[in-house]
Each structure stands twice: as C-alpha cells, then as structure tokens.
C-alpha cells in the first residue's frame, strides 16, 4: 500500500491563479481530511470528509473548495491564490464506523505551496 | 471549542538522556483520544503514542511513553533513551470521540545533541 499520497510536492502560483491540490489514499478509509501547517505552527483543518459526496468546513475553510467523488481521492482547489494561503498543505484519512473505529489519521508527505 | 498548549517551543536533550514534554488541553468532553505525532525535517507526519481517555492506564511504545492526568488535563510525553533520529518537532493533538477531527498544538522543536 502507497498510503496518502498528495501531489504536487512544491508549487509556486501568482496571486489570483487557482490550482488543484490532489490526494489519494488506497487504505479504503472512509474519512480524509485537509489541514495547512503554517510556518512554525500546527496543522489546521481546512475541510473533511466522512465518504464520498460528504464534505464539512473545518476550522479555516475560507479561500478553499473540495470534493469526494470517490472513496480515493481528495482534490482541494485554491481558487483565486493569496500570499496569506503560502503553507503547507496535509492530506490525511482515517477509518471510522459505528463497530470499529480506527482513530489514527494516516498523513501524505505534504504539499509545500508558495504564492507570490 | 477544543484548545491544545504546548509551553515549551524548543527543548534540547543528550543522546541516551530522558526528556519529557509538556501538553495541556482543555475540553468539557469526557471521551476523547489524545496523540502525539512527530514531524522530522523530511515533514512528514508519523503516530508516536495514542491514548483513549477511558483507560486509566498510560499508554506506552517502545522507549516512548505518556504520563497521562485527566483530571488535571495534562499529556505529557517521555522519551527515553533519546536517539539522534528522535530530533523532531513534536505535536499534541486532541479529537473527541464523537468527532474525527484533529485539534493540534503549536508543537515543540526537540533536539538531540550527540
């Protein structure tokens, strides 16, 4: 199993472009998550998912999109690039059930974005 | 609304030496699980420990384990042994048990001198 994976590694947009940042997990996990790390700080979620075609605002959704369509993928789109959205973007996903929950969210390798 | 303090932004440790890390959070839920992740230079962010508030019992991984205080809401981390390889920032991190979303603190940047 490849994990999460999240591509592009590093990506340098002008302000007002868009770009699409992309995920895969191949773990059959029902919940993915998207949070920014800004420098020297924590993560912060952006947007979740609990399966595809559910998708919630997490705690800094502003400036961001998202979509599930699959139970694989979980693009997020920066539509209108600011400098204030130059971070570091995670991927992450988990399983949850009613019978079995496993709490531990997998994490991808991370996507570095700069805008200028 | 969930909140996670990491006091200490930097600690530094001999090779082979203990350290402990400091993680307070405040929250009026009673079941939650509590983490700590560990992100070296390459980023990436990998489990260390987890523990479910229900079990008194301090949950332990190897050289690594928490001294966990509901009462005082308080999770500490404990490296023993510490290795070159465990220099890392160090993230505490909150989810209730009714919820999967992650609530980070704002990490503490370990080092490990040789």
């Known amino acids: 199993n490849a994990g999460v994976t999240q591509t592009p590694k590093f990506r340098i947009l002008k302000i007002g472009q868009s770009m699409t940042l992309q995920c895969t997990q191949d773990m059959n996990h029902n919940y993915m998550y998207w949070y920014r790390q800004d420098p020297g700080m924590g993560l912060k979620l952006i947007y979740y998912s609990v399966g595809a075609g559910i998708t919630d605002k997490g705690e800094v959704p502003n400036g961001y999109n998202v979509s599930r369509s699959t139970t694989e993928d979980f693009p997020l789109r920066l539509e209108l690039a600011a400098p204030s959205q130059t971070s570091v973007y995670f991927c992450?996903?988990?399983?949850?059930?009613?019978?079995?929950?496993?709490?531990?969210?997998?994490f991808g390798p991370g996507t570095r974005l700069l805008v200028l | 609304a969930q909140t996670v303090t990491q006091s200490q932004p930097e600690m530094s440790v001999q090779e082979a030496e203990t350290v402990t890390l400091s993680c307070t959070y405040d929250?009026?839920?009673?079941?939650?699980?509590l983490f700590w992740y560990k992100q070296p230079p390459s980023r990436q962010m990998i489990l260390v420990i987890r523990q479910e508030a229900y079990k008194q019992q301090n949950a332990t991984e190897n050289r690594f384990s928490v001294n966990f205080q509901k009462a005082a809401k308080s999770f500490s981390l404990k490296i023993s042994d510490s290795q070159l390889g465990d220099t890392a920032m160090y993230f505490c991190a909150f989810m209730k048990h009714v919820d999967s979303r992650l609530t980070f603190g704002e990490g503490t940047q370990l080092t490990v001198n040789p």
């Open positions: 929250t009026s839920e009673n079941n939650y699980y």
């Open positions: 992450a996903s988990s399983y949850r059930s009613g019978v079995r929950n496993q709490e531990t969210q997998y």
